[in-house]
């Protein structure tokens, strides 16, 4: 290549990554109509004591419920920092955190293998990674990632939990035979779901536990966790 030509762009900043997050991002603004649609249903719940999300969740099959660009990239920076070949997602909407993620894996060499249990959502998820330029290291698993992810092969480097959230630790005990050591394991939504994600903050902060942990007040606060204990 001679030398007056400039690399080529490559993580985020490659044009169709940033062109793909830049739509997506701006189409997620509608999740505000979505919400202000749950409202009645929520108020309802709440009547009958059923918590927002319960409320909500029929119409969130609409939402993106996505991470923020600051929230991914500094889930990008951190999966390239620290090399992470095997990077997974529960939970993956319409894919706006898994174009952070497999961005990430396109520049370590590795793969992320994303989960989403609703099938439009999944296939809209796969359409964006494609559009964005990482299908060839990425993956969306359709169905419930406790099944989907059953047979995913370890060692895993790093792990996003975004999905419901009473699932957080059976995701995470599913993976746990699996990570390498130093994983590194993100969980949003630790500042909204405060009551319903209490036992998942107290499993992996617990100083007797193999995490060690620390609570990013990003967004609606992100756990950080890195996995101290043994692979099986
Ligand atoms: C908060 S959204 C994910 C947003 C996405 N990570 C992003 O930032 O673009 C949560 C998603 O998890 C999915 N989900 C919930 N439970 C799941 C399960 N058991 N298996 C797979 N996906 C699940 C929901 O359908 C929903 O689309």
Known sequence: MPFDMPPPAN????????????????DARQDRNVLLRALPAILTGY?????????????LKDAYISVS??????????ALSAGARNIVEFGSSFG????????????TGGRFTGTEKDPSKAQIALANLAEAGLSRWSDIREGDAMESLAPLQGPVDFVFLDGWKDLYIPVLHLLEPKLAPGAIILADNIFSFRKTLK???EYVSDPAGQYETTTLTIGSGVSWSVWRGKTG
């Open 11 to 26: 993580g985020l900043n490659a044009p169709q990554v940033s062109a793909t997050l830049a739509r997506l991002h701006q």
């Open 69 to 78: 660009p600051e929230f991914g990239q500094l889930m990008y920076l951190a």
């Open 96 to 107: 706006i955190s898994a174009i952070y993620l497999a961005a990430a894996a396109r520049e």
């Open 47 to 59: 009547l009958k004591a059923r918590s927002t999300f319960e409320s909500a969740e029929p119409y």
């Open 199 to 201: 036992p998942f903050v």
